[in-house]
């Protein structure tokens, strides 16, 4: 069983809608906890970063981290055609993240 | 610009071959990483360097692989008589005070095709 399981997807939704990603784990060591988006051929760009449970909301995007049941979850408002790429979770406890294999998001316009 | 840069982009090689990538980190960080992405997959740590000291090796770097950061600024990854089994994207990430504030930035990879 991997660390970090994320469901692949793809996840098809139209324009505007709400997109919910998410990840579940097993170490219950990690701290820290990432979602970085990552566009075909690209590399990954950190979008949200929190620290221990709890909410964080940047713009559309909000991330959320329940340790208790080791599951983290990114939500995106208003889904924009711009939004399609892969969402990578990752997390971690010292200087190594683990990522999970990503979800290949797709917005319709 | 600067993020952090790799070079080359993209890479072709017959097995058996060795070849280098390049990683420029964003200048007055002191942290580097090495991860491997291969397709349908998340990144997977390889390496980390605190200013040219090499702190850690993940299993996956075979005796093939060679890292190093002289002078703790730009860094090199080598691998040598690569086989097929290494076709992927290597990504670098560079970081200032540790991953552990939420700092961790990527480069665009360099993408390795073994033929």
């Known amino acids: 069983q991997k660390e970090v399981e994320q469901d692949p997807g793809p996840l098809s939704v139209p324009e505007g809608a709400i997109v919910s990603l998410n990840c579940t784990y097993s170490n219950s060591a990690f701290q820290y906890f990432m979602w970085y988006r990552q566009y075909s051929r690209k590399g990954p760009e950190l979008l949200m970063y929190?620290?221990?449970?709890g909410n964080k909301e940047d713009g559309r995007f909000t991330a959320q981290v329940d340790k208790s049941s080791k599951y983290i979850s990114l939500f995106i408002r208003d889904s924009q055609p711009s939004d399609s790429a892969t969402y990578l979770c990752a997390m971690g406890s010292s200087y190594k993240l683990i990522f999970g294999s990503g979800t290949r998001l797709l917005v319709r316009p | 610009d600067t993020g952090v840069s790799q070079d080359p982009r993209h890479k072709i090689t017959k097995r058996g071959q060795n070849v280098t990538f390049r990683c420029d980190p964003i200048?007055?960080?002191?942290?580097l990483y090495w991860y491997r992405q291969t397709l349908g997959q998340g990144p997977e740590f390889l390496t980390y360097f605190q200013n040219e000291a090499q702190l850690e090796k993940s299993r996956l770097l075979s005796d093939r692989f060679s890292a190093e950061r002289p002078k703790g600024s730009f860094s090199t990854l080598e691998i040598q008589r690569t086989e097929q089994g290494d076709s992927a994207m290597y990504l670098c990430?560079?970081?200032?005070?540790?991953?552990?504030?939420?700092?961790?930035?990527f480069g665009e990879g360099s993408r390795l095709t073994v033929l």
């Open positions: 929190t620290y221990s449970s």
């Open positions: 200048s007055e960080h002191n942290r």
């Open positions: 990430a560079s970081s200032l005070r540790g991953v552990g504030t939420g700092e961790l930035f």
